[in-house]
């Protein structure tokens, strides 16, 4: 395996109203992120043929599990409040140091992407 990339390492990411986050980095060290942001009643496992293919090659792989999904925290309330979902967000963006990360999001994560976009939390590449 070439030294400059990354098996899959796990990591905790303060989120949103102190929620902690489950996050995972995979690929090239060096290559551009890339974060992965899975739909409703799913977690970062979809994104698993996207992890283990090519991609790792070239860019960094970062996939994170929402509030309330896979190994994250289930906090008892947040969930209908946008703003918390757009903070998750930028916290794995913040605390992951990831710079200029293209966002993959799938079904349900258009809303939280969206949030962040118009709440000014994130300014990726296509957002208005």
């Known amino acids: 395996m070439l030294n400059h990339l990354r098996q899959p390492v796990?990591?905790?990411?303060?989120?949103?109203?102190?929620?902690k986050l489950h996050v995972e980095e995979s690929g090239n060290v060096h290559g551009r992120p890339l974060l992965f942001l899975h739909g409703g009643s799913q977690c970062s496992l979809c994104?698993?043929?996207q992890i283990h293919s090519e991609l790792a090659l070239?860019?960094?792989?970062?996939?994170?599990d929402f509030r309330g999904?896979?190994?994250?925290?289930?906090?008892?309330?947040?969930?209908?409040?946008?703003?918390l979902w757009a903070e998750d967000i930028h916290s794995?963006?913040?605390?992951?140091?990831?710079?200029?990360?293209?966002?993959v999001?799938?079904?349900?994560?258009?809303?939280?992407?969206?949030?962040?976009?118009?709440?000014?939390?994130?300014?990726?590449?296509?957002?208005?």
């Open 58 to 64: 070239d860019y960094r792989l970062v996939t994170m």
């Open 105 to 128: 999001g799938w079904s349900f994560a258009g809303i939280p992407l969206l949030e962040s976009c118009l709440g000014n939390q994130i300014q990726p590449s296509g957002c208005p």
């Open 69 to 83: 999904h896979g190994q994250s925290d289930k906090p008892a309330q947040g969930y209908a409040d946008g703003r």
């Open 10 to 19: 796990s990591f905790t990411v303060t989120g949103g109203g102190g929620v």
């Open 47 to 49: 994104w698993k043929k």
């Open 92 to 103: 794995v963006i913040r605390e992951m140091g990831l710079i200029q990360p293209v966002l």
